[in-house]
């Protein structure tokens, strides 16, 4: 890696793609383009988890903030470790990744059964990626290819647990973690399907903000089973790792939509103060009361703009809105278009 490569990290790379997308801003000029590399008998679960995350990316907002492209090693079908093969874009001799703008992010993904053995064109589309100064990522043993090309030097990663042995021996000069998920400067890497998503979420506030991801989150973490009794968390504030205060909160919140509480009657109900709420929140959620009820209520009302034939009127209402002009404004800042305009396009 060139000493200029390793001055930059996540944020410097995305921003020089986008500047950071934030609620009320124009939509991105272009979206961020991953590029997924899929070896033979890759992990479908890793896979899917990954581009899921970018797909509803592009749902919560109106603007494509995500393109994705599928390589195949040496045909443009791969197959997954379910047996079921997947239709490419292109292959790796067919794709160039020296002209900037072809891909921001490029990720290899490994499954259980893939083989460890280095291919030595991915090892050469890899450097050339490191030498743009692209950002580099691998899923499960996915990895290991990033190792062949030197990208892990001297770095800690994430691997598949079954592949610590083959790492450490193989390749001295790289720290395999115990962890499930690392991120480094122009790296990315994770061990399985659950971290596939959390590292996509990563790379996606990078480059957008808490904003979007937290709204991903709503959507596919809406059955996250909790490790105690094996229940399922239908809400992210049942998330059982949160303080029972804090869980009260947010179900007071989701609870009362129609009619939102102030401030004050919230930290009333849980019997705390103001500041003790917004600590909370901060601590938990980075952000604040107030801005998390906001986007709980617009979040709502889109759903019911998109699924209902309901007034805008009426939706408003629904939501806690007292005056349509204050709804549409809220439903601009956040969503980028107003709210006629995004029914329109449903």
Aim: with cysteine.
């Amino acid at each position: 890696m060139s000493d200029s490569s390793k001055k930059r990290d996540f944020s410097s790379v995305m921003r020089s793609t986008n500047s950071a997308y934030l609620p009320g801003d124009e939509a991105p000029e272009k979206p961020v383009k991953v590029g997924f590399v899929l070896l033979e008998h890759f992990s479908m679960m890793a896979f899917t988890a990954a581009v899921d995350a970018l797909v509803t990316a592009n749902l919560v907002r109106t603007a494509p903030l995500f393109e994705h492209i599928i390589m195949g090693v040496d045909s443009r079908m791969a197959m997954s470790d379910l047996g079921i093969e997947i239709a490419t874009n292109t292959t790796l001799e067919h794709f160039t990744i020296e002209h900037r703008g072809t891909v921001d992010i490029l990720i290899v993904c490994g499954g259980f059964r893939c083989s460890l053995e280095e291919n030595p064109t991915l090892t050469t589309m890899l450097k050339a990626a490191d030498k743009q100064g692209l950002i580099v990522g691998g899923l499960w043993n996915g990895t290991v290819a990033l190792a062949y090309a030197g990208l892990l030097d001297n770095q800690e990663c994430s691997v598949h647990p079954d592949n610590h042995a083959f790492v450490r021996e193989k390749f001295p000069r790289v720290q395999v973690s115990d962890n499930a998920l690392i991120l480094n400067p122009l790296r990315a890497t994770c061990a399985g399907p659950v971290s596939a998503l959390e590292m996509m979420l990563k790379l996606i506030e990078q480059s957008y903000g808490q904003n979007i991801v937290r709204a991903i989150r709503e959507i596919l973490s809406c059955d996250q089973v909790a490790e105690s009794g094996g229940t399922m968390n239908l809400q992210t504030g049942d998330d059982p790792t949160f303080p029972e205060t804090l869980r009260n909160l947010l179900a007071l919140m989701r609870s009362n939509i129609e009619e939102p509480l102030t401030l004050e009657e919230l930290a009333s109900h849980t019997s705390i103060s103001r500041r003790q709420m917004e600590r909370l929140y901060q601590t938990h959620l980075e952000t604040s009361p107030s801005r998390y009820y906001l986007e709980l209520r617009i979040t709502h009302a889109r759903r019911l703009l998109l699924q209902s034939n309901e007034t805008i009127t009426n939706i408003a209402l629904a939501s806690g809105f007292v005056s349509t002009s204050h709804f549409s404004n809220c439903f601009k800042d956040y969503f980028g278009v107003s709210p006629s305009t995004a029914r329109a396009k449903k």
